[in-house]
């Protein structure tokens, strides 16, 4: 990666730093993965496409990570307390993420497709196709958000209650996308997620 800062500057905005620039500088600077469409779908919430950037450069402290660097003595999920704490048991495999996934395929009428290939999802970039990668890095979010309450106030929301509110702010996240007009066939999903009345 190029170094944003030249002889002291930040060399992205004549202006200087700001989060917006460096959001900005970060998400081109990026070489081509198979994860970067979705990472970088721009009706992401902003907070969330970090959290998954971070998750596909595999830099989460999870507890196997931890347990390696002595930090903690076991490196047991948190949440489910079945399974060695690794991001790929808690975003893939842990009964509690799939069930929050579930509740959400159940509400949106199509799969989430969250598994390790990310190669599969395709980066065209239509509406059906934005607002499944705007989900996807808000299960990871919340999950994640969810992990580290039981880590830190020892309190686990049932994933029932994390995809309603997931559902609340993808809907919302959606209404401030939608700018353009809409196909016939988009406003079936539209209607099918109750956010037809803004288009
Ligand atoms: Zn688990």
């Known amino acids: 990666m190029k170094n944003g800062y030249s002889d002291g500057q930040w060399t992205a905005d004549v202006k200087g730093y700001s989060?917006?620039?460096?959001?900005d500088w970060l998400r081109v600077q990026q070489p081509k993965q198979d994860w970067v469409p979705l990472v970088w779908n721009k009706w992401n919430i902003p907070k969330h496409t970090i959290i998954a950037w971070i998750i596909m450069n595999n830099g989460l402290n999870v507890k196997e990570k931890l347990r390696k660097i002595g930090y903690c003595t076991d490196d047991c999920c948190l949440i489910c307390g079945s399974d060695v704490e690794t991001q790929e048991h808690l975003f893939f495999d842990c009964r509690y993420s799939q069930k929050v996934i579930h509740q959400m395929e159940n509400w949106c009428g199509f799969p989430l497709q969250t598994n390790r290939s990310m190669g599969m999802l395709s980066s065209k970039g239509n509406l059906k196709?934005?607002?499944?990668?705007?989900?996807?890095?808000?299960?990871?979010?919340?999950?994640?958000m969810q992990r580290n309450s039981a880590r830190m106030k020892q309190v686990l929301l049932m994933?029932?209650?994390?995809?309603e509110y997931i559902i609340e702010e993808v809907k919302s996240r959606i209404r401030r996308k939608l700018t353009k007009p809409v196909s016939s066939t988009e406003k079936k999903w539209l209607a099918k997620?109750?956010?037809?009345g803004v288009c």
Do not use: H, N
């Not at 994933?159 to 995809?163: R, Y």
């Open 19 to 23: 989060i917006r620039s460096g959001y």
């Open 129 to 144: 196709q934005k607002v499944q990668f705007l989900m996807i890095t808000a299960c990871y979010y919340q999950v994640w």
């Open 159 to 163: 994933p029932e209650k994390v995809a």
């Open 193 to 196: 997620w109750g956010v037809l």
